[in-house]
Every structure is written in structure tokens, then in C-alpha cells.
């Protein structure tokens, strides 16, 4: 009569761990779609704006936080409207990153879905005062570095691609 109590209790003990194990899966599920969610809606904002910054919340290195930082500061500066872009949540587009990360270290700019760069170029194009006309596509008429309007691929002027500013 003892033993029936016990065989009880361990069912029992057995079916609050199930139930304990499938609401820990539960809530895995559930979590990872709130992640592909989030991803999907960044990605879909991030097509709102014209100028699109990627770059890392969790950067270790110095110099990448400190390019990230000055590089959000230089555009509110402006008053240059952009998209914040964190990878660190973003699996999507991880794999497009880890292609360019051989090449240009974070903060990534793209402007009107075309990839410009990272950080140092970036500087170059705001010094040289050419964002604003990029972002307005100014390169689709005329060279925005000499005024010449546009005839056929290069400029006959200056002798370079009206999209000069295009990283592959």
C-alpha cells in the first residue's frame, strides 16, 4: 500500500517535468519567432529611408565604436535622415555582412540600396559635401562632381562612372 503512493507521486513528478520541458520548447519557439519577426520588420523599416547604416550594438573594438559613433553624429549634425541598422539581432543579414567584413570594417552605409562603404568612405562623401545630392540621385541626371550632365556610363568630363561612389 505504501509503494502506490509513491509509484503515483513519480508519475506525477514525471508529468511536471514534461510539462516543464515542453513549455522550456514552447517558449524557445515562440522566442525564436519573435526574432525572425523583429529581423523581418528592421529589414522592411530600413527600406524606408534612404541612407541605411549597419553597425554592431556589441562592437568590441574601439575603433569600430568609435567610427559608429562619430558616423551617427556627423549625420545628425546635417540633419541627414538615416536608418540604424543592428546586426547583432539580425540573422538575415549576417551572411551579406560576413562577405563584406573581409573587405571594410562596421559601420556599413548603403544609400538608396546601394552600397557605398564603410566608415572611410563614408567621410569622404560627407566632406566632400556629396551625400545630400546622393541621397537625392543627382548621379541619375548629372555628375555630381562636376555639374556635367549625364552622357552615356562616365562622365566626358572628369572621366569617371556617374555612380562612382558604388562598392561591389
Not at 523599416?45 to 559608429?68: G, W
Request: hydrophobic share 35%; glycine share 2%.
Amino acid at each position: 500500500m505504501d509503494q502506490q503512493p509513491q509509484v503515483e507521486l513519480d508519475e506525477e513528478q514525471q508529468l511536471e517535468n514534461e510539462i516543464k520541458n515542453m513549455s522550456a520548447y514552447s517558449i524557445q519557439l515562440v522566442w525564436k519567432k519573435y526574432k525572425t519577426l523583429k529581423a523581418i520588420r528592421q529589414t522592411v523599416k530600413s527600406k524606408r529611408e534612404p541612407l541605411v547604416v549597419y553597425y554592431s550594438s556589441i562592437a568590441t573594438n574601439q575603433k569600430i565604436r568609435s567610427d559608429q559613433m562619430q558616423l551617427f553624429h556627423m549625420l545628425k549634425v546635417k540633419n541627414i535622415r538615416f536608418f540604424k541598422f543592428d546586426l547583432v539581432d539580425n540573422k538575415m543579414a549576417q551572411g551579406w555582412v560576413k562577405d563584406i567584413l573581409n573587405r571594410y570594417q562596421l559601420p556599413f552605409i548603403t544609400i538608396n540600396n546601394i552600397f557605398v562603404g564603410g566608415y572611410s568612405e563614408f567621410e569622404i562623401l560627407y566632406e566632400l559635401e556629396l551625400l545630400p545630392r546622393i541621397i537625392k540621385k543627382d548621379y541619375e541626371q548629372m555628375c555630381i562632381l562636376c555639374d556635367e550632365p549625364k552622357v552615356g556610363d562616365e562622365c566626358p568630363n572628369c572621366k569617371k562612372p556617374y555612380d562612382f561612389f558604388k562598392k561591389d
